[in-house]
């Protein structure tokens, strides 16, 4: 059941509701896959379940496995397009009640919290729409692969 004032169940319907943060790039068969505008660590992603729970202990374990089954399938794509040192995986929800993990790729030579706990919403990298568009395409185009 979806939430009509959640940006993740409305993801498609209604992506205003993510306009600060996100852009739809993906429905997935478990999940949204949503490119994070903040992007100091190039191909950072959110893959939010489609089913409007709170927590991962929410689903059942065939619902739980098929959702991570989408969560590692973008994990490898990012890999592929980007070839990161680490994808670091934070799954929060304090203040958003929709299970969703954030895929963050993290790179060495990078400055920002190589060793680190990723910072959630640092506004220090946003890029043209030209430059969103290029990057969902690398994410999709690998993917597919």
Known sequence: MKDEKCAYCMA???PSLMDAYGIPLAELENS???????QSHPG???VAAKQHVDDISDLT????LA???DVRRVAAALHKAF???KINFGAYGDLMHHLHFHLV????NDEYEWGDVFAMNPGRVALTPEE???LGKRILAALED
Do not use: C, G, H, S
């Open 61 to 64: 374990e065939d619902e739980a």
């Open 44 to 46: 950072r992603v959110i």
């Open 12 to 14: 498609w319907d209604d």
């Open 132 to 134: 969103y568009d290029e």
């Open 105 to 108: 790729p993290k790179y060495e």
């Open 83 to 85: 070839a990161p040192q």
């Open 32 to 38: 949204n896959l949503i490119l994070f505008k903040e």
């Open 67 to 69: 959702y991570m089954a």
